[in-house]
């Protein structure tokens, strides 16, 4: 048996003979004609390649063709499809089919280009992404900012002697929810916890 031309078979395709259509969803998709493929076959195997529609179907406006090729010994199957194309009716409903060869031809080389791939033939054109597909560019990672801590708090800066003493003011009638209000008189004001000691300095320091 023949080695089989693996580099032939497997080397990509120039970018000028990769063209685009739409495919389902909207979404542009990259493929090859059907002369490009049979060429690159005549090249791998000498000419010494068969194709051959072994059955086909219609499917609601569909052809479905069970393709096969044959070379050096190797056979690789693959279906094909092509819409059945017609001429617009009235009123909106179908009309009759264009031609009927013509859509069971498209299949057939539909199902010749993927019988084809399984000798490697365009097979980097699934290796890259298609149009519309690309990948985003990644966004950097942010940057830490050189003011945030770690999760601790950080200790307020000590207040001047006169900052203190008006905190010290306003925070004598201090309540518990650490909101200002009347004060009873006759009572000490209660010590302030290390949280709303930086609440009221806070509040001084936007006056």
Known sequence: METINLDALTRPFDPAQI???????GKMLDYLETHAVITRLNEAFSGAWSFEAVEYKTLEGEIVVRGRLT?????????????????????????????IGDDLKAAASDALKKAATLF???????????????????RPAPQADPEAGTGAERPAEAPSAGRRARIESRTATAGRDGETGPGEPGKATPALSRSRWRVAYERVQTQ
């Open 19 to 25: 063209r685009q259509r739409e495919g389902r969803g």
């Open 71 to 99: 070379a050096q010994g190797i056979t690789k199957e693959q279906f094909g499809s092509s819409d059945v194309h017609r001429h617009k009716g009235q009123d909106g409903e179908k009309g009759a089919p264009v031609s």
């Open 120 to 138: 490697g033939v365009g097979l980097h054109l699934y290796d890259r992404p298609q149009a519309g597909q690309r990948p985003q560019q990644q």
